[in-house]
């Protein structure tokens, strides 16, 4: 068949060395970029091929997020701007480890087993982002894509949302929005101007903002989105790729591990800052106060601010909608508790991972979803926005539910539904902090974290470790939770779980309890316990001095 003799002749020169073996993992394939030019080729491949299978536009986006900047990686985005499948998660990583000489036998077993018609036309988006490696690497998608005959648009540089959004532009035949980076700009900042119409009287400080672009491709879009948000918004933008390194002490991941503002910023106490990272997916915010303390609002803090504020306009609405707040067990207890307690609110815990979030939300009228590290959105159902629309029109309800209604209309035009969005995010949150006349401290003290501490313990074999109850307990080995249970019971408001990490041989230990030091002993306590109970490798861990 000419169009396989094609992919021969294209993946030699896309080599794969002999017995790499990668897994397609939630955020698709990650490593040192050198490795990567055959993944990418043949990640061409297969977008070509689902598009054909479901006859519709695929998106393919070269980016590591925020790993440093000598990596790489590449995911699938499905047909709604979702990630891909698990079905096709599985194909990905059987094409990508297949060596030279059968990868055409598992093309073709791929396209036998999905039914794939390949005289179906095929499109395919790609974007990269900002590293110096995903010009090649986007080149080899270009050429799978190609050597399948199927058409493939490039859009360039994109952050990774911005791509997500295009892509599910393009398959509602543009009903939730132009598939342009122009036409990203206008929706959302259309709906932020809308919305800060509502706030008091905003002063030019309140309206200014310090921004971490992360030396990535979020600071670069970011310029390009200013003239569009019309000075409702003054950006103060740092880490903009002109002089750092991409991911290199700042971004998101940096300031909430470390705790810390981002190099390349200098703040003054009481100002609203936040963080992107590398491919602008997640979003974290911070301030100093006065005595210079370090205050930290992670996606806990977000999803918080945003569902209340949601079910503040459902009341006011007259409507009758179920807001859920998802979490991970990452998420801090204080942040359920309030949620639960003072607010009220649904609050339901997924198995870590965007894709189990963003599955669990979906399940609810308007489901908030953030992981901890501050990637997230807001997913309405479509019988959900059906009801608010209606009530926009509805000539005979009074001018206060109808307020509501038009102020959850732009609401939705300003989330990305598709996936966690850093600038769609940073919008929504400042224009929820500008109508409800609140100061960035203010926001913070609507609860206060427990002190927690996260902790790895290298182990022989990290599937030794099964757990349950979205990753909160252990039920193997035999005894491991018993042990955290006891350990569990020394100290106030505490409470931890261990978990394998999904990439290496070690396994994640998470503690919270009422002071710093509780959850720091109690951390080493559990640690102690996997390295006994868990296969340990070389030294017991230590406590903290």
Request: glycine content about 6%; some cysteine; charged content about 25%.
């Amino acid at each position: 068949m000419a169009q396989f003799e094609k992919v021969s002749q294209y993946s030699v020169q896309h080599p794969k060395p002999t017995g790499l073996v990668l897994q397609y993992g939630t955020a698709g394939f990650r490593t040192h970029a050198n490795q990567l030019d055959h993944i990418m080729f043949r990640m061409g491949l297969l977008a070509a091929l689902r598009s054909k299978k479901t006859k519709s536009t695929i998106g393919v986006m070269v980016t590591a997020s925020h790993n440093p900047e000598e990596d790489n990686g590449v995911k699938l985005i499905d047909p709604m701007g979702e990630m891909v499948t698990p079905a096709w998660e599985g194909h990905a990583t059987r094409l990508a480890n297949a060596e030279q000489e059968s990868l055409v036998m598992t093309l073709k077993d791929i396209i036998e087993m999905e039914a794939v018609d390949l005289s179906q036309n095929a499109s395919v988006f790609i974007g990269k982002d900002t590293r110096p490696s995903s010009e090649t690497l986007s080149q080899a998608v270009l050429d799978g894509v190609s050597s399948l005959d199927s058409h493939a648009y490039d859009y360039g540089l994109l952050t990774t949302p911005q791509l997500h959004f295009m892509v599910c532009c393009k398959n509602t035949q543009f009903r939730y929005g132009t598939a342009t980076v122009e036409g990203y700009y206008e929706k959302l900042s259309q709906a932020f101007i809308q919305l800060t119409k509502h706030a008091p009287n905003r002063t030019d400080d309140q309206k200014h903002l310090l921004v971490d672009g992360a030396n990535g491709i979020g600071a670069l879009k970011m310029r390009e989105m200013e003239p569009f948000l019309q000075k409702e918004l003054k950006i103060s933008l740092h880490n903009d790729g002109s002089q750092g390194k991409l991911n290199f002490l700042c971004g998101a991941d940096y300031v909430k591990v470390q705790q810390k503002p981002p190099e390349g910023i200098k703040m003054n106490a009481g100002e609203r800052c936040c963080s992107f990272d590398g491919d602008a997916d997640r979003i974290v915010y911070y301030f100093i106060n006065s005595a210079g303390q370090f205050h930290l609002l992670d996606g806990d803090k977000i999803a918080t601010l945003i569902s209340t504020y949601l079910k503040e306009l459902l009341t006011q609405a007259g409507l009758d909608l179920q807001v859920a707040v998802v979490q991970t067990a990452y998420a801090n207890g204080s942040s359920t508790h309030y949620l639960v307690e003072t607010m009220k609110l649904t609050v339901q815990c997924a198995k870590t991972g965007v894709k189990h979030l963003h599955h669990a939300a979906q399940e609810f009228d308007i489901g908030v979803y953030f992981e901890a590290n501050g990637h997230g959105t807001i997913l309405f159902s479509k019988a959900a926005e059906g009801r608010i629309q209606q009530l926009t029109v509805d000539p005979n309800i009074n001018d206060e539910k109808k307020s509501a209604a038009v102020l959850l209309e732009n609401l939705i035009n300003l989330c990305n539904q598709t996936v966690g969005d850093a600038i769609s995010d940073m919008l929504l949150i400042e224009a929820v902090l500008a109508i409800r006349g609140m100061t960035v401290q203010q926001w913070d003290a609507i609860y206060s974290d427990l002190p927690n501490r996260q902790l790895k313990v290298k182990v022989a074999d990290r599937r030794v470790i099964e757990t349950t109850d979205a990753e909160r307990r252990a039920v193997r080995p035999a005894g491991l939770q018993d042990a955290i249970d006891e350990l569990v019971k020394k100290y106030q408001k505490s409470r931890a779980f261990v978990r394998p990490s999904g990439t290496e041989d070690v396994v994640r230990v998470y503690a919270e309890a009422d002071t710093k030091e509780a959850a720091d002993t109690l951390a080493h306590e559990v640690s102690v316990a996997v390295y006994k109970f868990a296969g340990g490798v070389g030294e017991e861990p230590k406590p903290f001095l």
